[in-house]
Nanobody
Framework: QVQLVESGGGLVQPGGSLRLSCVAS????????MAWYRQAPGKQRESVAA???????NYADSVKGRFTISRDNAKKMVYLQMNSLKPEDTAVYYC??????????????WGQGTQVTVSS
């Protein structure tokens, strides 16, 4: 069993910053890509940022230049540094991790989500 636990969400004023963290525990196999998604009320879940096992990153256009994804492989953690936050960044943010078992099967796991609210 694999668990992903996010932390770092909260209420912040426009222009502020937050840093989200996600840690993987349990039978984590070989961790591949790690990513952050978000889902705002009434909207579909969307990809925010992703990072490969080799450190290559990809961002949604709406967060480029403001958000930075990083990972610590030894700690099995992924981070999302969010700067210059806007009200439209308000959403539940989810951690997503891909893993490959010793037998070669691919698995994908989600965290429970952490609320980010940007409001004055």
């Amino acid at each position: 069993q694999v668990q992903l636990v996010e932390s770092g969400g909260g209420l912040v004023q426009p222009g502020g910053s937050l840093r989200l963290s996600c840690v993987a525990s349990g039978r984590t196999f070989s961790i591949n890509g790690m990513a952050w998604y978000r889902q705002a009320p009434g909207k579909q879940r969307e990809s925010v940022a992703a990072i490969t096992s080799g450190g290559r990153t990809n961002y949604a256009d709406s967060v480029k230049g403001r958000f930075t994804i990083s990972r610590d492989n030894a700690k099995k953690m992924v981070y999302l540094q969010m700067n210059s936050l806007k009200p439209e960044d308000t959403a539940v943010y989810y951690c997503n991790v891909g893993m490959t078992s010793a037998s070669g099967y691919a698995y994908n796991y989600w965290g429970q989500g952490t609320q980010v609210t940007v409001s004055s």
